[in-house]
């Protein structure tokens, strides 16, 4: 059988709005903007997703991992308590062409985006432009979530944003053609370990 590589995805999200405020406590509120990221180079290039990568033999945890990548992809950086497990994905690539000869286990996270949460590195401080700003990997991008680019997204994504979204713990496999692109098959079910 395959062998599985793990990764991590980070999605901010923006639940700060004037109307949001007047209505309900921050921590329970819609988010209304989604932080993505136009992948410059490498696997899944050309399109725009959350921050995240492989997990590494040198992290100590997958939550580590995640604040790392998001870091190195972003420059935010942000105590990895407040990275929040949202969700796991499974992929799976028929063989053939390019597609990798692995099964990616990914572990989504959300952030909930306060510039303030940001740690004051000496990187960060010295860095132009307050996070997120472009890295070699990366252009970060603001979207309203009524307006997420899915056309210039992995095709998975529709199927279980509105769960992220929803704040409702999710899991979900999906079977690729060799083509990257094509879902030969997918489940998404609600997470109900509690
Ligand atoms: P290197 O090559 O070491 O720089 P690394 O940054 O560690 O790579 P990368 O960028 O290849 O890893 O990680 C892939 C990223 O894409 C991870 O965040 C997981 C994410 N990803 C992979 N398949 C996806 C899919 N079908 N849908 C999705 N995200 C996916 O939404
Ligand atoms: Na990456
Ligand atoms: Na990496």
Known sequence: SKPVKQYTLVLCLDRSSASNLH????????????????????????????FGGKVERSDSS???????????????WVPESMLLRAGTLVFDFEDGG???PFILHVS???LDWK??????LDENASAPVPPPFETDEMIPQWFDVHAIPF????????????????????????????????????????????
Do not use: C
Not at 24 to 44: E, M, V, W
Not at 152 to 175: N, R, S
């Open 62 to 76: 997958v939550r580590a991992a995640a604040a790392r990548e998001l870091h190195e992809e972003s420059g935010i």
């Open 23 to 50: 209505t309900q406590p921050q921590s329970q509120a819609q988010a209304h903007r989604i932080l993505l990221g136009y992948k410059k180079a490498g696997f899944g290039a050309h399109k725009f997703n959350g």
């Open 115 to 120: 510039p303030e949460v940001i740690l004051p």
């Open 98 to 100: 390019s597609a990798p």
């Open 108 to 110: 989504v996270f959300t």
């Open 151 to 194: 056309a210039d997204m992995w095709p998975d994504d529709e199927l279980w944003f509105p769960a992220m979204l929803a704040d409702k713990p999710f899991v979900g496999q999906m079977w690729f053609a060799a083509d990257q692109k094509t879902i030969l098959k997918s489940i998404v079910a609600k997470d109900d370990s509690g």
